[in-house]
């Protein structure tokens, strides 16, 4: 027979919502980082080229 879960706490919840924001905020901001830094020139970073996939 079924069992209902165990209802998940606030501060659980919470905890995990702010885990899952950080990371998103810390990938975000070195995306932001590599955009400006490849705007700059300052970048050595190089994005494959559209005609580099046609081989």
């Given at each position: 027979m079924a069992v209902p879960?165990?209802?998940?706490?606030?501060a659980k919840r919470d905890?995990?919502?702010a885990h899952?924001?950080?990371k998103a905020t810390i990938?975000?901001?070195?995306?932001l980082s590599l955009g400006k830094s490849v705007l700059t020139g300052r970048?050595?970073?190089v994005y494959p080229s559209p005609e580099d996939d046609e081989e």
């Open positions: 879960k165990k209802k998940t706490s606030k905890q995990r919502r899952w924001k950080r990938e975000a901001q070195k995306a970048s050595s970073f």
